[in-house]
C-alpha cells in the first residue's frame, strides 16, 4: 500500500511538472491553442478532454485502494480540470462551435456529433466500488436478506400447507405470453433496422442533387414520421392491447418500443446535419453510416448516436454470465418480496371504504416494498443488464449511472440516477429547445423536459398495468419539479441528502400503495362493458371489497 501510494504521488508530481513544463517552454503551441480572435480551437480542446478522462480512469483503482469510498472526488475534481479549457465557460455544444452574433440561432447548421457527449473507455461505479471491502459486504446483505426471503416462502409452505414449494406464481403469471412478445420485438427491430435507414440513405443521396432539396427533406421528412408514430408508435401498442399481455409482458415491449424510437431519432439528429454540411461544402461525398454502424448502435446500450465508440479489447464472458445471473437473482427477489411483503398486506386489509385512515397506513406499510423495488431496478437493469450487453459489445464506456446515492438536491439525483436517458433528454431535448427558443428561455427548457418525461413515464405506466391513473405524473410533474428548483445544486450540507432519501423513499410508497390498490380494485370489482372513462376512472375510491 506504502508502495502504490508513493508510486502514485510520482505519477501525480510528474504529470504536473510536465504540464507546467509544456505551458512555460511552449509559447507557441499556447498561441495555437488560443488564437488571436479569442476563440478556442475546438479539436484541442476535445484531445485534452480525452486525455484528461483517460487520465482519471487511470488513476481511480490506484485511489481506489488507497482511500476507498473517497477515490470518486479525486476523479471528479481531475475531470473537471477541463471546465478550465473551456476559455471563460464555454461549454462543447451544439451552441459554441458557432461564431457571431446569431451563436444561439445558427439554423443552417448544427452541431456535428463531436461536440455532444464524449465517449471515453471507463467502469461502470459499482464494478470499481464492489472492489472495497465495505461496499461489498452491502451487496453481500441483501444476498442474505435474498435467502431469507425464499427461506421464509419454504417455512410458510411447510408449516401451513405440509409441501416445500418454491412459490413462483407472480413471475409466471407476469411475463406470460413470451411468444407474442418474441415475435413483436423482432417485428419492431426488424422494422428499426431497415425502414429509417433506407429513407435516411436515399435523402442524403438524393438531397445534393435535387432541384427542390427542400421539398425533398419535407417529404422524407413526413415518411419518417410516419413510420416514427404509425408503425413503431401505433403497432406495438395494438398488440398489447389485442393480445391482453400481462403487466411484465407489456413492459418489455412498451420499453422496447420507447428505446427503439429515441434511437432512431438519435441516428437522423446528428447524421443530418453531416450531409447538410457536406452539401453546404460541396464535397462530392455524402457521409452516410455504413449498416454495421447502424447495427451496432441499435444493441449499443446508449441513446447517443456515434460513428465509432471506444472499446475494449476483450470480451469477458465470465463477467457476463454473472450480470445475467444478477438479473434473474433481482427477478426472483422482487417476486418474494411481492409475496412476502405486497400481497398478504392488500389481501388482508378489511372491508371498509376508500378513507384517509386506509390511504396513511398504506402508503407506510409500502415503503420498503417499494424502495425494494426502486433499489433492485436499478441494480438489475442500469447496472447488471447494460454491462452485460456492454461487455458482449466490447463498449468502453459504462458510465451508465453516477453516485446518484450521495445526492443533496433533486437536481443533482435527475442527472446522475440514469445518464443513458439524461443524455438524450439532455442533447435533445433540453438543448435542441434552447437553440430554437434561444437561451433566454432555460426554465421552459426545463419545463419540457419535465413535461416529455412525465409523459412518458405515464403512458408506459399505464399500458402497462391497463389503466390510466395519474400519481407517477402528478408526483413527476409537480411535486419532482417543484423539488428540482427548491432544493437545487447550492444545497450541499449532508442534511439535504437525508431529505432527498426522505422523500423519495415516501414517493416510493405512495406509488405502491395507489397502483396495487387499483389493481386489486379492478380485480375485485370488474365491469362488463367498460367505456373509455371507466379505464381513467378510478376504481379504488368506488369499490368496496375484501383483497
Known amino acids: 500500500m506504502v508502495g502504490e501510494e508513493m508510486s502514485l504521488r510520482k505519477r501525480l508530481s510528474k504529470s504536473s511538472d510536465n504540464e507546467e513544463s509544456q505551458d512555460e517552454g511552449n509559447p507557441a503551441e499556447q498561441s495555437r491553442e488560443t488564437p488571436s480572435n479569442g476563440r478556442v480551437d475546438i479539436k484541442e480542446l476535445i484531445i485534452k478532454k480525452k486525455q484528461l478522462a483517460a487520465e482519471a480512469e487511470e488513476l481511480k483503482p490506484y485511489f481506489m485502494k488507497e482511500v476507498g469510498t473517497h477515490f470518486d472526488d479525486f476523479v471528479t475534481n481531475l475531470i473537471e480540470r477541463s471546465v ?34 464524449i465517449f471515453v473507455v471507463r467502469r461502470s461505479l459499482l464494478d470499481e466500488l464492489f472492489e472495497v471491502d465495505h461496499i461489498r459486504t452491502i451487496y453481500h446483505m441483501f444476498i442474505a436478506l435474498l435467502i431469507l426471503f425464499i427461506l421464509s416462502t419454504l417455512v410458510v409452505d411447510y408449516i401451513d400447507e405440509g409441501r416445500l414449494v418454491l412459490e413462483l406464481n407472480v413471475l409466471s403469471y407476469a411475463f406470460g405470453q413470451f411468444p407474442v412478445v418474441v415475435w413483436t420485438w423482432w417485428a419492431m427491430f426488424l422494422s428499426t433496422l431497415s425502414v429509417p435507414y433506407f429513407l435516411f440513405q436515399h435523402w442524403a443521396r438524393g438531397y ?22 404509425g408503425i413503431l408508435g401505433f403497432g406495438p401498442l395494438y398488440v398489447v392491447l389485442t393480445y391482453i399481455l ?33 452539401a453546404k461544402e460541396k464535397t462530392g461525398t455524402v457521409p ?50 411481492f409475496e412476502r411483503l405486497c400481497a398478504p398486506l392488500f389481501r388482508n386489509i ?12 398504506c402508503i407506510f406499510n409500502s415503503i420498503l416494498p417499494g424502495v425494494l423495488g426502486l433499489l433492485l431496478t436499478f441494480f438489475a437493469f442500469l447496472h447488471c443488464w447494460l454491462n452485460a450487453f456492454a461487455e458482449m459489445l466490447r463498449f468502453g464506456d459504462r458510465m451508465f449511472y453516477k453516485d446518484w446515492w450521495n445526492s443533496t438536491s433533486y437536481s443533482n439525483y435527475y442527472r446522475t440516477w440514469n445518464v443513458v436517458v439524461h443524455d438524450w433528454l439532455y442533447y435533445y431535448a433540453y438543448k435542441d429547445f434552447l437553440w430554437f427558443f434561444t437561451k433566454r428561455f432555460r426554465p421552459a427548457a ?31 410533474m ?69 383483497f
Open 84 to 117: 478550465l479549457l473551456d476559455s471563460g465557460g464555454s461549454a462543447l455544444t451544439s451552441f459554441s462551435i458557432f461564431g457571431g452574433e446569431n451563436n444561439h440561432r445558427a439554423k443552417d447548421l448544427r452541431a456535428p456529433p463531436e461536440h455532444g457527449k
Open 208 to 229: 445534393s442533387k435535387s432541384s427542390h432539396p427542400v421539398i425533398h427533406s419535407v417529404f422524407h421528412g413526413l415518411l419518417f414520421m410516419v413510420f416514427q408514430i
Open 246 to 278: 400481462p403487466p411484465a409482458s407489456r413492459s418489455i415491449v412498451i420499453f422496447e418500443q420507447i428505446r427503439l424510437i429515441m434511437k432512431v431519432h438519435s441516428f437522423v439528429r446528428e447524421n443530418v446535419p453531416r450531409v447538410l454540411n457536406s
Open 288 to 337: 452516410v453510416p455504413t449498416v454495421n454502424q447502424y447495427l451496432y448502435f441499435l444493441f449499443a446500450p446508449t441513446l447517443i448516436y456515434r460513428d465509432n465508440y471506444p472499446r475494449t479489447p476483450t470480451v469477458r464472458w465470465g463477467y457476463v454470465a454473472m450480470q445475467f445471473a444478477q438479473v434473474f437473482g433481482c427477478l426472483f427477489y422482487l417476486n418474494y418480496a
Open 350 to 361: 378489511k372491508q371498509e371504504p376508500f378513507s384517509a385512515r386506509v390511504l396513511v397506513l
Open 446 to 476: 426545463m419545463l419540457a423536459v419535465f413535461a416529455v418525461s412525465a409523459v412518458v413515464h405515464e403512458y408506459a405506466l399505464a399500458v402497462t398495468l391497463n389503466f390510466f391513473y395519474p400519481v407517477l405524473f402528478i408526483l413527476f
Open 478 to 546: 409537480f411535486f419532482g419539479m417543484a423539488f428540482n428548483f427548491i432544493v437545487n445544486d447550492s444545497r450541499k450540507r449532508p442534511i439535504w441528502n437525508v431529505m432527498m432519501w426522505t422523500s423519495l423513499f415516501a414517493g416510493q410508497g405512495v406509488l405502491v400503495c395507489f397502483y396495487s390498490q387499483e389493481w386489486y380494485a379492478r380485480q375485485h370489482c370488474p365491469l362488463k362493458n367498460p367505456t373509455f372513462l371507466d379505464y381513467i376512472r378510478p376504481r379504488s375510491w368506488t369499490c368496496h371489497y375484501v
